[in-house]
């Protein structure tokens, strides 16, 4: 594409496709998600470069993406595959004009969602890709995040982040390592973005946390 992009407006570029840009008195940000073919939908395979308006759902995605970067100066792993699996099925059913089969299944089996359950356990402290739970069960991250959320009503970013919270609040209460110690064996960088995820989690901040459970009184939600 040859001169200025219109603000708000998306492009997408198929794997291989070549972008040479030229940027000057740029008034707005620019950003670019990548899709790994690996993980996309088959239906983005055949579908040619394209450049489009406004697109409300794109729009909000990419918005509330920039929100938590510079609320948070990083994207947590498993956020990040989650919407690039999302944007995905987004694009393949737009530009397809296809729906998804209404009629399909997708679970997890009782073993395979145990399996899940020990193996996040294991990587709290460490960034936690969609990959990282669904190769070991021999399956597509696509089909994972689906079956996963199959079979428990929660996508894999929300059991990681309620696991990662309620691993906190055993910390905060059984041990005397400082917030931000807690934070980093949870996974989280930024403690005002774990003081903020452990309050929607547990109805109070961790040092709140902490202070009653010392105390001998608290509910957990």
């Known amino acids: 594409?040859?001169?200025?992009?219109?603000?708000?407006?998306?492009?997408?570029?198929?794997?291989?496709?070549?972008?040479?840009?030229?940027l000057r008195d740029v008034a707005w940000e620019w950003g670019a998600i990548a899709i790994d073919p690996a993980i996309s939908s088959p239906r983005l395979a055949n579908i040619k470069s394209?450049?489009?308006?406004?697109?409300?759902?794109?729009y909000g995605m990419t918005a509330?993406?920039?929100g938590v970067f510079h609320r948070d100066g990083s994207l947590d792993a498993t956020y990040g595959s989650t919407m690039a699996l999302a944007l995905s099925e987004y694009l393949a059913n737009r530009i397809g004009q296809r729906q998804p089969d209404a009629s399909a299944r997708y679970t997890l089996t009782r073993r395979q969602l145990n399996d899940t359950y020990e193996r996040i356990d294991a990587m709290l402290a460490a960034p936690i890709a969609i990959a990282d739970l669904s190769t070991p069960l021999g399956i597509s991250e696509g089909h994972f995040f689906?079956?996963?959320?199959?079979?428990?009503?929660?996508?894999p970013l929300q059991t990681i982040s309620n696991r990662r919270m309620d691993h906190a609040a055993r910390l905060l209460s059984e041990t005397d390592?400082?917030?931000?110690?807690?934070?980093?064996?949870c996974g989280i960088e930024s403690p005002s973005h774990f003081a903020r995820l452990f309050r929607t989690r547990k109805g109070h901040s961790p040092s709140e946390w902490r202070k009653r459970s010392k105390a001998g009184f608290l509910r957990d939600r």
Do not use: K, N, Y
Not at 1 to 22: D, H, K, N, Q
Not at 146 to 155: L, M, Q, V
């Open 1 to 22: 594409m040859r001169g200025a992009t219109p603000r708000e407006w998306f492009s997408f570029l198929p794997a291989g496709c070549r972008r040479e840009l030229i």
């Open 50 to 58: 394209f450049l489009v308006g406004r697109d409300d759902f794109i």
């Open 64 to 66: 509330q993406m920039g």
């Open 146 to 155: 689906r079956a996963f959320r199959g079979a428990t009503g929660e996508t």
């Open 177 to 185: 390592l400082q917030i931000i110690e807690v934070a980093a064996h």
